[in-house]
């Protein structure tokens, strides 16, 4: 039984100017224990299918199933699976970190065992961090101390499938390392996890596989390691003040001094460096080295808008 299985998941909008249609045809299953990546350009359906994973959306046709469980038919069981860590900053400010997690645990009818259930929070609150901000009133913390507060409250009644909606978005580097740890090894125990991000080095050290949706539909599906090998292997990197010839800036990814080019072999290689030598171009600090995630979804997501709903081959 797969942790969560989409199943022809369409969505659509109505505005002034006519129907909008947020997810077409989108169909995959995560399996027990994945670490699953879903990417996405801003707008291409990925927030669309976690509002309706999470219940706050209702799809227009196709099936949402967690754990067995249909995310409508049966609602509360489906929540009960889910551990959701939104992008927005959402809390109390009447209540303490400690406070907000019982009552967040009392949602999910976590009071068998308070003795059990404190200790538990007492874990949350060590490996995230927030040991000394235990007492402290949400309004005191920092936006990054309440972003763990977030985290800690989706996994507060210990689902089998945690949810990641751009979980580092505007945090610090203590903070990624803190929680990518804490998750990591929760998903070795068994959990389930699902991650949105746009720091697709995130998503290449952690993911098994990934998803790539564009414009509402799925246009890729494949294990990390299968998407990195089949794209181009080379990637030349290095910095310059001077403008590129035209051939060569025409397929370059230039960010500040830095430029990134592109190359399938060892032939494209000396021609790139062979154009930059006759346009005059001072090159400094020159890598070759392997393309990565960034690479393969810039790559996939430049070309073109898919014609038809892809047949999606699910891997184990």
């Known amino acids: 039984m797969p942790a969560v299985s989409f199943q022809n998941v369409c969505k659509t909008y109505k505005s002034e100017r006519g129907a909008l249609r947020a997810l077409d045809d989108v169909s995959f299953d995560i399996q027990q224990g994945e670490f699953f990546g879903l990417l996405g350009p801003n707008g291409a359906g990925k927030t669309t299918l976690i509002s309706i994973l999470a219940g706050l959306a209702r799809a227009t046709s196709g099936r949402v199933v967690v754990m067995g469980h249909d995310v409508v038919a049966d609602y509360a069981a489906a929540r009960q699976a889910l551990g959701i860590v939104p992008q927005e900053l959402v809390f109390d400010p009447f209540f303490s970190v400690r406070e907000s997690l019982r009552i967040q ?45 977030l985290v800690a409250q989706a996994l507060v009644h210990r689902p089998p499938v945690i949810v990641l909606d751009e979980p580092t978005a505007g945090v610090d580097v ?82 500040g001094r830095i430029v990134q080019l592109t190359a399938h072999d060892a032939a494209e290689v000396e021609s790139m460096l062979a154009a930059l030598r006759a346009g005059g171009v001072k090159v400094e600090d020159l890598e070759i080295g392997r393309a990565d995630l960034e690479d393969v979804f810039l790559e996939i997501m430049q070309g073109g808008p898919p014609a038809a709903p892809p047949q999606v081959k699910i891997a184990a």
């Not at 040991?131 to 309440?146: F, H, I, Y």
């Not at 697709?200 to 599906?221: D, S, Y």
Request: charged letters at 25%; glycine letters at 6%.
């Open 105 to 149: 645990s009392g949602y999910f009818g976590v009071r068998a065992d308070p003795k059990a259930n404190d200790a538990w929070i007492d874990e949350l609150l060590h490996n995230l961090g927030l040991s000394d901000k235990a007492d402290s009133n949400m309004r005191q913390l920092s936006g990054g101390m309440k972003r763990r507060v």
């Open 174 to 255: 203590e903070l990624r390392q803190t929680l990518w740890s804490f998750i990591a090894r929760l998903n070795r125990q068994g959990h389930t996890v699902l991650l949105t991000t746009h720091y697709l080095e995130e998503a290449e050290a952690l993911c098994n596989r990934i998803a790539m949706l564009k414009q509402g539909r799925v246009v890729a599906l494949d294990r990390t390691a299968n998407l990195l090998a089949g794209t181009a292997s080379t990637m030349l990197r290095f910095k310059t003040d001077q403008p590129l010839p035209a051939a060569v800036a025409a397929q370059a990814r230039v960010t």
